[in-house]
């Protein structure tokens, strides 16, 4: 019997329906520190502009005429819109809105100037937003297209302190996306690049609930 057959006979030995499960022990702590939810959004604020994504805070009132604000400084002449984003988020008379269409080529939303959606919660120790492709955030691949990605975090109640907490709420069945600042990457130089795999810029709204 050769090594590789070896190798092989251990892992389909391991993969046998009837083999025992292994009890993992999960003692380890699921955040660092306690916080109020004021002190939790703060902590995302902070680690979103350590990722040089552009953070924006307002309240319910004060969001469409913020968001319409922001496509206007971007010279937005079309944006996409998820299928269940909020219809008063936008402007009544601003950029055209492009749907959420299965059939929409990557050229098609390559040529849509910004994208707006909600998300389906964000973590402050590591300033990560998550999407799951809910309503109010469509499929994966417009928010990884355009070259502007404007997010909205509903705050504090969308907030937790750390990746533990996030994974029991989440679904692992859904599209998830774990968003960390604009898209970025750098060469053995450490020359960065942004837009190479999504938006080059990410501007996060914290929409204040309470």
């Known amino acids: 019997m050769s090594s590789k057959d070896r190798i092989l006979g251990r892992i389909r030995r391991a993969l046998r329906d009837d083999a025992p499960a292994v009890e993992i022990p999960r003692d380890y702590l699921d955040a660092h520190g306690s916080r109020t939810p004021a002190e939790r959004v703060d902590l995302l604020a902070a680690h979103l502009a350590e990722y040089r994504a552009v953070v924006h805070r307002t309240d319910g009132a004060g969001l469409p005429p913020l968001i319409a604000g922001l496509l206007a400084a971007r010279g937005a002449r079309s944006v996409l819109v998820p299928p269940g984003l909020p219809p ?5 008379e601003g950029p055209d809105r492009v749907p959420d269409r299965g059939a929409s080529t990557p050229y098609a939303l390559d040529r849509v100037d910004s994208v707006v959606t909600g998300c389906a919660l964000a973590v402050a120790e590591t300033g990560t937003i998550v999407l799951d492709g809910g309503p109010d955030q469509g499929r994966r691949r417009i928010t990884l297209i355009p070259d502007h990605h404007i997010c909205v975090v509903r705050v504090p109640d969308q907030v937790v302190d750390s990746v533990p907490q996030a994974l029991p709420l989440l679904d692992p069945t859904r599209p998830l996306t774990w968003i960390s600042g ?13 837009g190479v795999h999504g938006p080059r810029t990410l501007e996060v709204v914290l929409v204040g609930t309470q």
């Open 182 to 194: 604009p898209s970025a990457t750098s060469d053995i130089e450490l020359d960065r690049v942004e």
């Open 88 to 92: 008063h988020w936008l402007p009544a």
